[in-house]
C-alpha cells in the first residue's frame, strides 16, 4: 500500500533561506609562475627557513590560501622527488639557489627527458604534469620555490617502467 505524503510535508522550506556557493578561482600557471617570480625575489621572507636534512629533502609551506600555497624545498646533492603528479594542481617552481634537473615523464617509452633548471628559470605545469626533480650537483647544495593551486590535497608517485609509469603509491595531505 502507498500512503500519500502530505504536500505541506514537501513544501515546507525556511523563509528566505538561500543556499550560497563560494567558488574560489584558482590561479592559472602564468599567475603561480609570477607567485614563484615574486617570492623567489624576496628571499628576505624566507631564507631563514631553509634548512638541510641528510634524510631527504627538507620542505617548508611558506604561505597557503583557500586558492594556491608556496612551498620552500631544500636539496643535498643527490636528493629528488621521485616521479609524482600533483593530484590535478596547476604548479610553478623556481630554483633560487644552485641549480636542479627536471625529468619529464615521456608520454611512450622509458627517456625521460631531462631539463636543468637554473636560477630565474620558472617552469610552469598543468593539472596531468608527472616529473621527477633532484639536485644532480655533486657537491652544491639547491634551493626552490614552489606554487600550487589549488593547494595540494593529494600527490600520486609512480615508477618508470619499461612499460611507461606505474603508479606505486598515493599520498594525501594528511602524511606530510
Ligand atoms: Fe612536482
Redesign the pocket.
Known amino acids: 500500500m502507498i500512503s500519500s505524503v502530505p504536500d505541506d510535508i514537501t513544501t515546507q522550506q525556511p523563509q528566505g533561506a538561500t543556499v550560497s556557493t563560494v567558488v574560489v578561482p584558482h590561479l592559472s600557471q602564468r599567475e603561480l609562475a609570477e607567485e614563484v617570480r615574486r617570492i623567489a625575489g624576496r628571499p628576505a621572507e624566507w631564507v631563514s627557513r631553509v634548512r638541510l636534512d641528510p634524510e631527504g629533502r627538507w620542505y617548508e609551506q611558506i604561505h597557503v590560501d583557500d586558492r594556491y600555497e608556496l612551498w620552500l624545498i631544500s636539496w643535498l646533492p643527490g636528493q629528488s ?1 621521485g616521479f ?3 593530484g590535478g594542481a596547476n ?1 610553478a ?1 623556481s630554483v633560487v639557489w644552485g641549480a636542479l634537473d627536471e625529468r619529464v615523464a615521456p608520454r611512450s617509452g622509458i627517456a625521460a627527458a631531462v631539463r636543468p633548471v637554473t636560477q630565474g628559470v620558472v617552469r610552469a605545469f598543468g593539472p596531468r ?1 608527472v ?1 621527477d ?1 633532484r639536485n644532480t650537483a655533486r657537491d652544491s647544495v639547491a634551493v626552490s620555490v ?1 606554487a600550487y593551486s589549488p593547494p595540494l590535497s593529494a ?1 600520486t608517485r609512480y615508477e618508470l617502467t619499461p612499460g611507461g609509469l606505474v603508479a606505486t603509491a598515493t599520498e594525501t595531505r594528511e602524511s606530510w
Open positions: 622527488t609524482h603528479d600533483h604548479g617552481f604534469y616529473h626533480v614552489h600527490m
